[in-house]
Structures are given as structure tokens and as C-alpha cells.
């Protein structure tokens, strides 16, 4: 079993749509973070989470330490929203362990 | 600001030969990490360093060195390249766990390896 598990794998909406990612972990962990990876491009960190939830514009995330969850949502989707999301979490030495990803598809 | 910057985006390697990757960083981050990223198997560690001159392995260490003489700098070194290390490979930068600043991850653009 992977430590961290992201669902769904594939998610496709329609512009304007709220959307949910979803992030499972089983180790004990330090922070979580949401990166946002556009085909062929790079990788670019969303938020970084201990506690609580942050926003940011249209995007939020929320972490459950006690349930070792975490959720990004994403309001009024938009087409250039479509990117590949990936979750990871971070311990001794802040390295990080990534999920698989969910590849996000906005439909205009 | 120039954040992490990688160094080359794009290379092609014969087996056998070697090579290594640059990566730089103008944030005064005392963590620095290689990561490689192959289809259907995500982000892995190679190597990090948390602080000039020292390192650690990750995850997938083996066919890699890598090198922090310099704070900004770190570099990731192939021997003897091999097929299997065709790859897309980030470079990322943090500062301190618990120093109370922000600590996300920068990254650098990536750079794309094919070894044949």
C-alpha cells in the first residue's frame, strides 16, 4: 500500500464546476503539500499545509491530521485549471513522498 | 526572482557516458533535493542535502553522486549512464522545517534525460 493515495486518478468537469481531489496518508508526517504540475512543464508548490486550511484565489485546501486527509477544491473551475495535481507529504528532512497524481481535465 | 534554476533542460547521453546536472538556488534555502519523475511510477528522492556539505541518500540512489560544496548549489553527477536513467530530473529547494518561515518546496524547471 502506497503511504500516500490520491483519488480519483482522472477527473474531468466542466468549466465552472467545484472540484475535489482527494489525499489519503499513513505516516506520520510534518507538513502536506499540493503541487500543480501543467504537461511537459514544471512543478509548482500550491500550498503547504500543517493544520486548518488555506485559500488562495479560487483554490483551497483543508487537512484532517486525525484522519491523515487532506482535500484541494478548486471553485469555478476554468480550462487552464487542467494540470496534473499531485499531494505529498513531508518528515525528517522534509523530504517528500508523492502520491500518484490526478490528472484534471476542465472542459470549456 | 530567479528561484531554482536547473542546468541543462534537455540532454542526450550515450550509454556509458556521464554527466552531470546543475542546480542553483537564490533563496538561501538550507534543504536541497533530486527527484526523477518516470511515467506510472511519480516522483521519486535520488539524493538531498540538508545544509553545505553534507548529503544523504533518497530513495534511488544507485548510478548517482551528487555533490553540495556550495550552499546555492547542488549538483547530481552520472558515472556511467544507462538507459534506466532516462528520466525527467527536478531539482527542489526548502527552507528549514519549523524556522517559522514559510517552508514549501521551489522547484526548478526540470531536465529531460534520455540515455541511449
Known amino acids: 500500500k502506497n503511504e500516500v493515495e490520491q483519488s480519483p486518478q482522472n477527473l474531468t468537469a466542466q468549466e465552472g464546476e467545484f472540484i475535489t481531489i482527494n489525499c489519503s496518508y499513513s505516516v506520520g508526517i510534518s507538513a502536506l503539500h499540493w503541487l500543480q504540475q501543467h504537461p511537459g512543464g514544471g512543478i509548482v508548490s500550491l500550498f503547504m499545509?500543517?493544520?486548518g486550511k488555506k485559500k488562495h484565489g479560487r483554490l483551497i485546501a483543508t487537512i484532517n491530521i486525525q484522519e491523515k486527509h487532506s482535500s484541494l477544491h478548486i471553485t469555478a473551475s476554468h480550462p487552464r485549471d487542467s494540470a496534473v495535481y499531485i499531494c505529498a507529504v513531508s518528515s525528517y528532512g522534509n523530504k517528500l513522498v508523492f502520491g500518484a497524481g490526478t490528472i484534471l481535465r476542465v472542459k470549456s | 526572482n530567479a528561484g531554482v534554476t536547473q542546468t541543462p533542460k534537455f540532454r542526450v547521453l550515450k550509454t556509458g557516458q556521464s554527466m552531470t546536472l546543475l542546480c542553483a538556488q537564490d533563496m538561501n534555502h538550507e534543504y536541497m533535493y533530486w527527484y526523477r519523475q518516470d511515467p506510472g511510477m511519480g516522483l521519486r528522492l535520488i539524493h538531498y542535502?540538508?545544509?553545505?556539505?553534507?548529503?544523504a541518500k533518497g530513495e534511488v540512489p544507485d548510478g548517482y553522486n551528487v555533490s553540495r560544496l556550495k550552499k546555492q548549489n547542488f549538483l547530481l553527477g552520472l558515472e556511467s549512464a544507462a538507459p534506466s536513467q532516462t528520466s525527467v530530473y527536478f531539482c527542489a529547494s526548502s527552507d528549514l522545517p519549523g524556522s517559522g518561515a514559510n517552508y514549501g518546496y521551489t522547484f526548478g524547471s526540470g531536465t529531460r534525460l534520455t540515455v541511449v
Open positions: 542535502s540538508v545544509g553545505e556539505g553534507t548529503t
Open positions: 499545509l500543517s493544520s
